[in-house]
């Protein structure tokens, strides 16, 4: 199994970012994808999550309307649209998939922001 997450990286506040995460070694349309952030000194925090079908996607309140996580089940990958980055946002971003009995991660991609 894998998770390959992709396209982080600096940039300055107000910008934007769009990150991937390449899936493989599992059955990707059939399960719940999601990006989750640890900044240092604080816990990882879920981010985003999108059920299988790609309805139905929540937003942690810090980023709602900033934020949009997608999939593409046909290239097993989910995406996570950041647009409007501020300092707060500064983090490295994981991808997870689950099926609420098995958790699978990425190794994580740095997000900067800063001017």
């Known amino acids: 199994v894998q998770l390959v997450e992709s396209g982080g990286g600096l940039v300055q506040p107000g910008g934007s970012l769009r990150l991937s995460c390449a899936a493989s070694?599992?059955?990707?349309?059939?399960?719940?994808m999601s990006w989750y952030r640890q900044a240092p000194g604080k816990e990882r925090e879920l981010v985003a999550v999108i059920a299988s079908t790609g309805e139905n996607p929540n937003y942690a309140d810090s980023v709602k309307g900033r934020f949009t996580i997608s999939r593409d089940n046909a290239k097993n990958t989910v995406y996570l649209q950041m647009n409007s980055l501020n300092p707060e946002d500064t983090a490295v971003y994981y991808c997870?998939?689950?099926?609420?009995?098995?958790?699978?991660w990425g190794q994580g991609t740095q997000v900067t922001v800063s001017s």
């Open positions: 997870n998939g689950h099926n609420f009995r098995v958790w699978y």
């Open positions: 070694g599992f059955t990707f349309s059939s399960y719940y």
